[in-house]
């Protein structure tokens, strides 16, 4: 899609507008620096903390293309919430922001350096594993996570296509992406 599409627009928001090569070379960045974060291995789970935004997308996507599990939360996820589904899901590693790390100063972050050395892995994943992990709003008690497969994400996407043709959609209107 990215390679026939380069130019074309892939995400706009009120104050940008991302197309498919600028997408691409993003997500491709993280799963890079993922893939050569110490300690990273495909099937690890990455607690993805963003405003809705381009770079939220990026880095799910990034994520995905890292072979890791993506673990979306809420930014405003109270500290105990967020410490439970850190252990609940032995999330390896924290995708975040600097305006998110503003919003959570209960977030302790280290900075490292990533070698472009480590061989970046071009394997398709296996449609059953495990993609992500989306939790509920816990507001009846504690959180509950939802494992979806590749295979989940993808039936949703072609659903998308089956009833509306992909990108047939009308100007401002919005698509649930997983």
């Known amino acids: 899609m990215a390679a026939r599409r380069a130019a074309s627009p892939a995400i706009s928001t009120a104050g940008e507008t991302w197309n498919y090569d600028s997408l691409l070379t993003a997500v491709q960045s993280i799963a890079q620096q993922l893939q050569t974060s110490p300690g990273f291995q495909p099937g690890n789970r990455v607690l993805l903390l963003a405003l809705n935004s381009a770079e939220y997308i990026a880095a799910f996507y990034g994520i995905l293309m890292a072979q890791g599990v993506v673990v979306p939360l809420a930014i405003n996820l109270e500290s105990g919430a967020f410490e439970k589904i850190l252990q609940s899901t032995r999330a390896t590693q924290v995708m975040t922001t600097p305006q998110v790390l503003k919003r959570r100063p209960d977030l302790q972050t280290l900075q490292e350096t990533y070698s472009p050395s480590k061989q970046q892995q071009d394997e398709n994943p296996v449609p059953a594993d495990l993609a992500a992990i989306f ?26 296509y089956r009833d509306n043709g992909l990108f047939a959609v009308v100007i401002g209107a919005e698509q649930l992406g997983v």
């Open 135 to 160: 939790f509920t709003a816990g507001s009846s008690g504690t959180p509950k996570g939802v494992m979806l497969s590749h295979s989940n994400l993808i039936t949703n996407v072609q659903c998308l």
